[in-house]
């Protein structure tokens, strides 16, 4: 349906993340995947949806300066907000763990960024979903971080694998949200173009 609509702009994913890539690819729009190192960086007195705006923006930075007239970059950036803190993606088992089991018996919030820039314009979407985790047993943290190892997502969880399946007990918002892209509002900001 966009894909006629889309017809003259040339869509770059610059995401390296299997979920952003299959998310978008289940909006039938053709797109090219472009990548670009970038320190996810931000100022400390950032918080909240502050955080992933920042960061999603930042991740457009390095592509600036190369875009074409028809080019549309869509970057995009997601972290678990827990008691007033991000949880960004775990470096190690024990970072993972320690996520884990404080999103255990708790709710928090899932924020995801979407920034979409070409060469005359740049917008930051985002959207939040809430989710609560039962009790998290200690041998289903390990048992979970030692078999999927979520060291590439926010907060140590894949909400699509098997902790998110036994685990989550409540959500209000977006599932697709919680995947790290949510598709509604791309598809809505998309379609105003």
Not at 42 to 57: C, N, R, V, W
Not at 129 to 152: A, G, H, M, Q, S
Request: charged share 25%; with cysteine.
């Amino acid at each position: 349906m966009l894909s006629t609509k889309l017809s003259k702009y040339n869509i770059i994913l610059a995401s390296n993340s299997p979920r952003r890539q299959e998310l978008i690819k289940s909006l039938d729009i053709p797109f090219s995947i472009k990548t670009k190192e970038i320190e996810e960086i931000y100022p400390k007195e950032l918080h909240h949806t502050q955080i992933t705006d920042y960061l999603a923006a930042l991740k457009a930075s390095p592509f600036t300066s190369e875009l074409k007239e028809n080019d549309l970059l869509i970057t995009s950036d997601t972290i678990v907000w827990l008691s007033n803190k991000a949880l960004g993606k775990p470096k190690d088992y024990n970072e993972a763990f320690s996520m884990l089991k404080g999103l255990s018996n708790t709710t928090h919030e899932v924020i995801t960024s979407i920034c979409l820039t070409s060469k005359n314009f740049q917008k930051t979407i985002n959207d939040i979903t809430i989710v609560t985790f039962k009790e998290l047993l200690d041998e289903e943290i390990d048992y979970y971080i030692t078999n999927y190892k979520p060291f590439d997502k926010a907060g140590a969880y894949g909400i699509q694998e098997w902790i998110g399946k036994i685990g989550i007990t409540k959500m209000e918002g977006s599932y697709f949200n919680v995947m790290g892209f949510p598709v509604h509002k791309l598809y809505k900001e998309l379609s105003k173009l």
